[in-house]
């Protein structure tokens, strides 16, 4: 989900912009663009998935003219890529929302902070926990990462933007529908989640060294 119309604050939105600002400065500081360069198959793969998640928003339904559900993918896209491409992705693609039309250039911060910054912060903790507490198992990295991360990663960022329209939303209209939003909530989850695992599943079977957050030694051969 994300934001079309503001419906928030100005003091919100500076404040939003300059979270999503000061984190992307922390990614790009890690230079992740090195990877693309070195690997050539690794950049064709990131700016067609990039492409793919940018067409897939286009699939969505909007009740009110200030909010848009849609599928999010910025699970898939961390645990592929890991966090710092993935959020540049996620950036792209919010501009691109944008450029077309779609959101308002005021928004970016907000969008960037609920769609990118808060699922990528939700998975990369998920993926941490497997990684170093839970046993090394193939499933396991499937189910905790894929379908059970995606759906708290998807419950985080739709948390995050309820409780933005709630504490700085300006129109008491908008703050009583996030407020019936949250009950929702939990009904939107499961169909990020099946997604997100179902690709998941597909890149672990036949391409697993694609999967960035995926150690095939591990959780393949040593088995």
């Given at each position: 989900m994300?934001?079309?119309?503001?419906?928030?604050?100005?003091?919100?939105?500076?404040?939003?912009?300059l979270?999503?600002l000061?984190?992307?400065?922390?990614?790009?500081?890690?230079?992740?663009?090195?990877?693309?360069?070195?690997?050539?198959?690794?950049?064709h793969?990131?700016?067609?998935?990039?492409?793919?998640v940018?067409?897939?928003?286009?699939?969505?339904?909007q009740a009110?003219?200030?909010?848009?559900?849609?599928?999010?993918?910025?699970?898939?896209?961390?645990?592929v890529?890991k966090?710092?491409?993935?959020?540049i992705?996620?950036?792209?693609i919010?501009?691109?929302?944008?450029?077309?039309?779609?959101?308002e250039?005021?928004?970016?911060?907000?969008?960037?902070?609920?769609?990118g910054?808060?699922?990528?912060?939700?998975?990369?903790?998920?993926?941490?926990?497997?990684?170093?507490?839970?046993?090394d198992?193939?499933?396991?990295?499937?189910f905790?990462?894929?379908?059970?991360?995606?759906a708290?990663?998807?419950?985080?960022?739709?948390?995050?933007a309820?409780?933005?329209?709630?504490?700085?939303g300006?129109?008491?209209?908008?703050?009583?529908?996030?407020?019936?939003?949250a009950?929702?909530l939990?009904?939107?989850?499961?169909?990020?989640?099946?997604?997100?695992?179902?690709?998941?599943s597909?890149?672990l079977?036949?391409?697993?060294?694609?999967?960035a957050?995926?150690?095939?030694?591990?959780?393949?051969?040593?088995?």
């Amino acid at each position: 989900m994300s934001f079309a119309q503001s419906v928030l604050a100005p003091w919100a939105l500076l404040l939003t912009s300059l979270l999503s600002l000061v984190v992307m400065t922390w990614v790009l500081w890690r230079r992740p663009w090195q990877a693309l360069v070195e690997d050539t198959a690794l950049q064709h793969r990131w700016l067609g998935a990039t492409l793919a998640v940018a067409l897939m928003w286009q699939l969505r339904a909007q009740a009110v003219d200030w909010l848009t559900l849609h599928l999010v993918f910025t699970v898939l896209m961390t645990l592929v890529f890991k966090v710092p491409l993935a959020l540049i992705s996620n950036v792209l693609i919010n501009v691109t929302m944008v450029v077309i039309g779609r959101n308002e250039w005021m928004l970016l911060g907000a969008n960037v902070l609920v769609t990118g910054i808060v699922p990528a912060a939700v998975i990369g903790t998920v993926w941490r926990l497997v990684d170093r507490r839970l046993p090394d198992n193939l499933m396991v990295f499937l189910f905790a990462c894929g379908f059970f991360g995606a759906a708290l990663a998807t419950l985080g960022g739709g948390l995050a933007a309820v409780l933005l329209i709630i504490v700085a939303g300006t129109d008491p209209e908008a703050i009583y529908l996030a407020q019936e939003y949250a009950r929702f909530l939990p009904l939107l989850m499961p169909s990020e989640a099946f997604i997100t695992g179902m690709l998941l599943s597909i890149l672990l079977v036949y391409h697993p060294n694609w999967v960035a957050t995926f150690n095939d030694h591990r959780y393949i051969d040593l088995q």
